[in-house]
Each structure stands twice: as structure tokens, then as C-alpha cells.
């Protein structure tokens, strides 16, 4: 019997030195424990039916309509704002899967002593993974243009505070940038990620055309928007002292039942 054909894991490890009939019966096997590991998976949520796992960034339920609208009373279902491409697709989506770089980091002190040939490394702290989020936006359609200004504007708002006379008039002086959620990949992905954004950039590149996004926020204005644009959004997980101190398990983190806790 020739050896082409050696199988591992799922295909319980053929080899060779057996008879035809043994060959025959065990590949019988494996193939009905493929079509039932198939059978299970088909029975998985995500694999016949639909999950949203694509990226999304979005504020919390609790400040919505602060972030999206500036608590404008004019900015109703029927009037146009900045951020209503956004808002309708319940956050920011990221048109094409980005590119993710996930880091982490735990701080140790080193402690030395005299004439030991190793330190003494104590735990101190771990700092939860910087999430670096790159992907390129395009604008194909009027909608999708449209779509891109709104991200460009999302930006903007997510990094700034309230500051000046009229945040002291609406009562919003000293609130810092929003703490949003980050959404990606399903449940034990990145589960409602409590994250503030640390930094952005935006490319507006000179080798691709411009197109015309009408809005009608004062009355009607043009802006141009790229047809491609790439982005590169920082976020870095925050969470307060009240929830780590409550929430925290290690471990129900190490089975994975609080992951909709937000905890990465």
C-alpha cells in the first residue's frame, strides 16, 4: 500500500502496512466522522444562520444621541446631519476586513541583587492589547461617498471635549471624548470592547479621483471625498475602576463566560 496518503488529525492518522479491507473500513470511518464533524458545524450559529461580525465602532446606548446628532433638537428622522450615514447602520462598519495588529503588554519590575547571576522579576501590572485598526474606505456610489464623509467626520467628534461658552451653557463643560465599543469577529472576538480612540489618520492621496458629497446640513454644501481612502484608527481598551473591581473574574475569563463583559 503506498503512503501518498496519510492523514492526521480529523482523518485519524492512516498509515500504511494494513490491508486493502483494513484501508477500506478505516477511510469508511474517518469519512463518517468528517460528515458528522460537518453536520455539527453546519449546526453552528454564523454557519446557516446571520451574524454580523464585521468590525463596528460605535458610542454607547446610554450617550447616542448626543454623539450622533450634538443633542441638536433639529436634527430629527427627516433632517440631514453629518453622522446619519452612520447612525442608520447602528456605527461605524468598516466596508472591507482591516488589517489588525493586536499587542499586549505585562510590566515586571527587576529587582537585582549583588553577586546573583539572575534577577528577581515581580509582577507589577497588565496592560490590555492596543487595538491599531487599518482598512481603506472607497466611494463608488453617492451613498458610499456620503457614507466616507460621515467616517471622516466620526473621527473628529470621537476625539474631541467639550470645551468653551457653549458647553458651559448646555451643562456638558469638562466631559472628555466618548468612550465608544468596538465590535469584531463574534463573541469571543471582541465583544463590546469598551475603547477610547487614542489617535487617527487619514489618507488623501493625489493619484485618485474626487467626488462631490451634497449635504444639507446648513442649507446645502459640497464637499469632495477620495474615491479611496485609507484608514488607520488606534483604540485602547478602557474600563472603570467599579467594573474591574465587580465584574473581573480570571476565572470565568479562562472559560470564556464573561466575554460579554467586554474584557480582551
Not at 53 to 66: H, I, T, V
Request: with cysteine; aromatic share 12%; proline share 7%.
Amino acid at each position: 500500500m503506498s503512503n501518498s496518503y496519510l492523514g492526521s488529525g480529523s482523518l485519524g492518522g492512516l498509515s500504511t502496512g494494513i490491508s486493502s479491507a483494513g484501508y477500506l473500513k478505516n477511510l469508511a470511518e474517518d469519512l463518517n466522522n468528517i460528515a458528522g464533524f460537518e453536520s455539527d458545524l453546519g449546526s453552528q450559529q454564523g454557519i446557516t444562520t446571520n451574524v454580523d461580525w464585521r468590525a463596528r465602532l460605535r458610542p454607547k446606548n446610554g450617550g447616542q444621541d448626543l454623539f450622533w446628532r450634538g443633542a441638536d433638537p433639529d436634527a430629527g428622522p427627516g433632517t440631514d446631519y453629518l453622522l446619519k450615514p452612520l447612525f442608520e447602520a447602528g456605527g461605524m462598519v468598516w466596508q472591507y476586513t482591516p488589517d489588525i495588529l493586536v499587542s499586549a503588554q505585562v510590566n515586571y519590575n527587576q529587582t537585582d541583587f549583588h553577586g546573583q547571576n539572575y534577577p528577581v522579576m515581580t509582577y507589577k501590572n497588565t496592560i490590555p492589547p492596543a487595538i491599531p485598526i487599518t482598512s481603506d474606505f472607497s466611494a463608488n456610489t453617492v451613498p458610499e461617498a456620503r457614507y466616507l464623509l460621515a467616517v471622516m467626520h466620526f473621527c473628529k467628534v470621537a476625539t474631541k471635549s467639550f470645551g468653551g461658552d457653549a458647553a458651559v451653557a448646555s451643562g456638558f463643560y469638562g466631559t472628555p471624548p466618548p468612550v465608544l465599543l468596538f465590535e469584531y469577529l463574534g463573541s469571543h472576538g471582541f465583544n463590546k470592547v469598551p475603547v477610547v480612540v487614542t489617535s487617527y489618520s487619514m489618507n488623501l492621496p493625489a493619484d485618485v479621483d474626487y467626488v462631490p458629497v451634497a449635504t444639507a446640513v446648513a442649507g446645502g454644501e459640497t464637499t469632495y471625498v477620495p474615491t479611496v481612502c485609507n484608514f488607520q484608527i488606534n483604540l485602547q481598551p478602557t474600563y472603570t475602576p467599579h467594573k474591574l473591581r465587580k465584574r473581573f473574574d480570571l476565572q470565568r475569563f479562562t472559560t470564556g463566560k464573561n466575554y460579554k463583559d467586554g474584557f480582551v
